[in-house]
């Protein structure tokens, strides 16, 4: 249905697009609007998934000691979030569990990072291997990383 605004005036419009992906076998549909009169026309782009886009649950996985106090930090990018996220470290070698480090519920999408006071995490120099999990909707995807603490140096 076409709108009409005059000179001067706005209108906020809604646009409702209705998918049946029983009918219509798609996963993305995309094109452009396009808005007419005044001095110029203008083409608005869209895109619209029918289905969630398929990327992975987890990815970019960091994690380390914080200067000035050693309290620990980690980051992790949830490119559409989580409903569970689960960190663990394990033996490289014989990937015997050792311990886990976080799990967290309900975690927007995005970049997520979070300090680990140091008393709650008791590590030993050394080479580990890290499973990070994390679960949305049927989902369920885990990133492998290993992770080197070294000594820390104590100033004179």
Do not use: C
């Not at 992906?21 to 996963?27: A, G, P, R, V, W």
């Not at 120099?125 to 994390?134: F, I, K, R, S």
Request: overall charge negative; hydrophobic content about 35%; proline content about 6%.
């Amino acid at each position: 249905m076409p709108v009409t605004v005059e000179p001067g005036q706005s209108k906020d419009v809604t646009i409702r697009v209705e998918i049946e992906t029983d009918i219509i076998d798609f996963k993305r549909v995309d094109g452009q609007i396009k808005v007419t009169g005044g001095q110029e026309d203008i083409t608005l782009p869209f895109l619209l998934f029918s289905d969630e886009p398929d990327y992975p649950r987890v990815s970019a996985f960091q994690f380390g000691k914080l200067p000035n106090g050693g309290d620990w930090m980690y980051e992790v990018f949830l490119p559409g979030g989580a409903e569970e996220l689960e960190i663990s470290l394990y033996d490289p070698d014989t990937f015997t569990y050792i311990m886990t480090l976080d799990h967290e519920t309900d975690i927007p999408k995005g970049v997520f990072e979070k300090r680990l006071h140091k008393d709650a995490v008791q590590l030993d120099p050394g080479l580990y291997h890290v499973l990070v999990y994390a679960k949305l909707k049927d989902r369920e995807d885990t990133v492998e990383s290993k992770i080197l603490l070294l000594e820390s140096r104590k100033r004179k």
